[in-house]
């Protein structure tokens, strides 16, 4: 096969590969791609990317059509008049206050709808949709995000899992109504001030008697029910813990004290406070599920959590890029400064990653719920820290143009970073998610690397049909590893065009280091000793769990690269995964190859026309307010 024949898919043609990849027919290639080049591309993978029906084409078109309402009733966030904009949200942010305006514009939207499942009369179908609506709201503020809308859902998860139909009814109302739910529990790993104490439910006479205290709790005051694991068994064994649904307005004045509100550092706008039970009395009707079922629960349900918390802060990390490329290219006529395009294009290529991984875990979710968890944690684990990075990067580049701390542009950025902690998104949610994957490391390299079969294409289609998400079907570890046997999937078609420059070619490099990455890691793993509550904090260890992590970004890349349809030009060519996967291999300390001449220029002008046109920078491109 001649080289410049493989050097034709840096361009539109690239889908000659991806197709046939998909199909395994030559007849699904475009007619401009040369006869011989589908030959070549022809690969012994078989499956079909499945037919979209015109049901769940409706449903993605109906989540964007959702979010750009929402975003349009959000406003032009660098309007300074505007009440629900930057100027504004971070105004309420400095005075430690939520933003009352705009949380009254969300629920007269119903944005509490769309965490109650289509069954019970809301909108919720499956978590990746659900991250496409959420994004205009966590793009202007985290903790708005989070103190009006996602921790509802957490709370509720567990409810809509294993709860009563009562019990969910019960709920569904709450949140239909404009209402929050707040959810009480001891995190699973050490943690900060948040994540501390916890409470415990002795069975009496007609129900429990709940005692304990939480001194941090977001939303405790103003919360229509509250979800509460409590420990039922003082043995330190799974099923230890229980779930209990309580409505605040129906528990005894004497049994529980509402504590003042605390001022948390970092997440300034959300209403912290605390409470205290004493003997409360619960009735036995308030148990979710069986009694002993709330550490599994958490466990289960805390994988929608992890994958949707790392996607919709992957949209706040977006306004800090367009402010970023605000401030590069005002009052310049010509080309951006050389000490700018670097920054800006790797850091737009990071946040692709990032949609990327999260999006991939998010759509696991409802078509792979028994093998979501090692995922889920991950991409809780990589998404944070790529974005901490991406934002120092950012901050070189609105200080380089004059922006201070107090501007809305930097102001974006400073509360972004001050924000993540307190979205459990700190050292807390690092060792939560070290806790689910260190585990696994030894059993998954002995059984599942290099031997697990590929995961349906669909996947990585993000408009590819897929099952709702039923939190009944999620499973805790007793799946293998589909990212990893999609990375050796990825690195064996590119193969055929190792050697021959240019974008393609480095991406074929990058894949086959990531493969060879991942043979080490394997080593290494199997040497692993038994783990221990020793080994969970094992800097040795630790690192294991990063570049596994690490290597599971990529897959979902290269994975997400092969999955276009041709839809867009931008991610159907190589370059953003070129700069994406250089970027996740450096971190890694691999050998990486030189960036082939255009790549850096190609991902940086997609990033000026999407700013100059008003999109975001996520894998939709989505049509943004301006």
Partial sequence: MPPELFQTLSSIPVQALKRVRATGHASKTPARVPKELTQAAMVTNAQTLPVRTAGEEHATTAALHRAARL????GDPYDPANPHGLKALLAADSR??????TELLLAEAGLGSEFVPVALGGRLTRADLLAKVLRPVFRRDVMLGFGFGVTSLFASSAVWAA???TQRRSIADVLLGGGRATILHHELAHANAILREEFTARTVPGGYALSGRKSVIINAERAGAYVVYARTDPARTPRSHSVLLLDPGQLPPDGVRRMPRVIVNG???????????TDCAVPGDALVGRPGEGVALALRTFQVNRCLIASVVTAAADTVLHSAVRAATTARSGPIAPRCRKPLAGVF?????CDSMATVALRSLSLMPDCAHVPAAAVKYVVPDLIREDLEELATVLGSRGYEHGSPAYGALDKLMRDLPGAGLGHAGTAACQAVIVPRLRILAEHSWFAEEEPPPRLFDRNAELPDLDYGLLQIADGGDF??????????RLSRARGVGGQLGALSELAEGFANELRALRAKCRALPAITARTLTDPAVCVLSDRYALLLA???VLGVWEGQDGTSPFLAAPAWAVLALSRIGERLGMPVPELPAGCLDQVLEELLLRHRTGRGCDLDATELVQ
């Fill in 71 to 74: 975003d349009a009733l959000l």
């Fill in 96 to 101: 430690h206050e939520p933003p009352a305006r």
């Fill in 267 to 277: 997440a300034r706008g959300g209403l912290f406070s605390g409470l205290e039970f």
């Fill in 163 to 165: 709860g009563t139909e």
């Fill in 349 to 353: 290529a990071d946040l692709l990653a």
């Fill in 483 to 492: 990212l990893a046997a999609s990375l050796i999937g990825s690195a064996d």
């Fill in 554 to 556: 990529a897959a979902a």
